[in-house]
């Protein structure tokens, strides 16, 4: 299994609070990517980085921003928690652009807005 | 804007039986398409990854096929066994940045 590990695993926050969750990995691979799984809509990307300091939005970015000073380190802040934000969390690592990506995830984290 | 559809939602086999799982996507200008298990409560596992220049791709008692130009890939189950029960994702990169478009999953069931 590719050396991802998240945090926290699980969360329970209230409305309007801030919360930062962490992906780590052991790999040394140049893309990190969030994305969030809620039924009926599948895996949804929310941003995802090609390397230290450099990412972009995906197609659920609003609410969501990140941060990614180290190579081994992709963090997503919620600034300010709604219940819409409900979900599980994953990251996932690849190292390669184009044809060869392989992305590998995760164990995700779930979060629960109150 | 790409978009990715599995059906069925759900499968029920018995023991044994092989089976196949369908995957369309509407853009076929893809990189490549992947396939992933997910176990209730657990993480995505990438089974096999085809890239756009390739037909298929083996791993152990696992096929995926792809066909671009007609927006469809397949993964074919030999032999069937209860462990294979999960969720079964496929997935489509598409444009810069690695994205991948991810359809909602057949959920399969192997029974005894």
């Known amino acids: 299994d590719a050396g991802i590990t998240q945090s926290p695993r699980h969360k329970v926050t209230e409305t309007g609070t801030p919360v930062t969750l962490r992906c780590h990995q052991t790999?040394?691979?140049?893309?990190m990517y969030w994305y969030r799984q809620d039924p009926g809509h599948g895996l949804r990307l929310i941003h995802y980085?090609?390397?230290?300091?450099?990412?972009d939005k995906g197609e659920v970015s609003d609410g969501y921003s990140v941060s990614r000073s180290k190579t081994e380190d992709f963090l997503l802040t919620l600034e300010s928690a709604t219940s819409s934000q409900t979900s599980v969390y994953f990251c996932a690592i690849s190292e390669l652009a184009g044809e060869g990506g392989e992305q590998y995830f995760g164990p995700g984290t779930r979060l629960t807005v109150t | 804007k790409q978009e990715v559809t599995q059906i069925p939602a759900a499968l029920s086999v018995p023991e044994g039986e092989n089976l196949v799982l369908n995957c369309s996507f509407t853009d076929s200008a893809i990189y490549n398409l992947q396939w992933f298990r997910q176990d209730p409560g657990k993480g995505l596992t990438s089974l096999l990854l085809?890239?756009?220049?390739?037909r298929e791709q083996t791993s152990g008692r696992l096929n995926a096929s792809l066909d671009k130009s007609s927006g469809r890939s397949t993964l074919y189950i030999a032999a069937s066994q209860p462990g294979d029960s999960a969720t079964y994702l496929c997935?489509?990169?598409?444009?810069?940045?690695?994205?991948?478009?991810f359809g909602t999953g057949t959920q399969l069931k192997v029974e005894l």
């Open positions: 085809i890239q756009s220049s390739q």
């Open positions: 980085s090609y390397g230290v300091k450099d990412t």
């Open positions: 997935a489509a990169r598409t444009g810069g940045g690695n994205k991948l478009t």
């Open positions: 790999e040394n691979h140049r893309y």
